[in-house]
């Protein structure tokens, strides 16, 4: 029975990744919120983390200050002013992760792309240890 090139090299999770599959997680998001899957997918952990934790610290900002707004204070409309600037930064790191998938300078860590733009397979079939 063949089994895929995957079977035998090292970290086979990280090793071939769908760059339409990383193309969506980086684009779906965006609409709603900084999220960073596209990061995980692709391997890149700590990116990933710091994608959605400076998310939800930007949105987090902009909501409850935007909340207290309504009090009325400079010093709270500042607050909410540092809080969609660090969204359009977020929003930003997302659009250039966007176009260096699409141009495939952003790879997976220790890997590369599929051939096909959403095959999640490599499609290379190699003969397992049984049949050598």
Known sequence: MPTTALANEPNPPER???RGIALLLAIVPFFYSILGLHRFYLGY??????????GLLAVSVVYFEGVLLGFGSF?????????????????G?????????INGRLKPKNGEYNPGFFQ?????????????
Do not use: F, N
């Open 75 to 91: 010093s709270i409309a500042a607050l909410l002013i540092l809080g969609i600037l660090m969204a359009l930064i977020l929003y």
């Open 120 to 132: 999640t397979k490599p499609s290379i079939k190699v003969p397992g240890p049984e049949q050598r």
């Open 45 to 54: 952990a700590g990116r990933g983390i710091a994608y959605l934790l400076g």
């Open 93 to 101: 790191l997302q659009i250039s992760d966007v176009v260096r998938i």
């Open 16 to 18: 071939y990744r769908s």
